[in-house]
């Protein structure tokens, strides 16, 4: 009977952690902002967050946890966790929910480059947005390389500035960039 009990375990154990065909999640992940201004240039890094690729219906899911980011200056840091800026204590997650375009024309089982259209909502501070962003998916040895860049309008997920010292030092709208990297 331990026997049997230990087996059965060891299947559902084993079983979570088999990943279905097509779908795939990151191992190693970057996503990085940048805001410039005349006054001051903003840099923060996350290598926290993780994402999902469905290679057979094209469905992505991003989620990127806002704490997650590290900046240059501690006070670039404290702000950016505030109420008045992402909130981060209320609004811990960001999401993107999308589906990459035309996906009868990509093949994610050959080795290559493959330029891709991804479409979705991008949720930030409890603001939903559809969005639309360019993206490259580099299949290599097993592997896939998704890589995006994209800029970001602060004012569409409710922060915005418009007097005092944030609204000269933070850009209006920001570069992103995102890497993930998927194993087959």
Known sequence: ??????????AITLSAFTTLPGKLKSTISHIAFYSHTAFEDIKANNYKSIAALNTESGDVIISVPMQSF??????????FNQENYLNTADFPKAKFKGSIQNMDSHDFNKSGEIALIIKGNMTIKGKTQPTTMEATALVKKGKIHLSTAFNLTLSDYGVEFTSGKPSKYIAKTIEVNATFEFNE
């Open 1 to 10: 009977m331990k026997k049997l009990l230990l087996l059965g375990l060891a």
């Open 70 to 79: 590290k900046f240059e200056k501690r006070l670039m840091q404290k702000h």
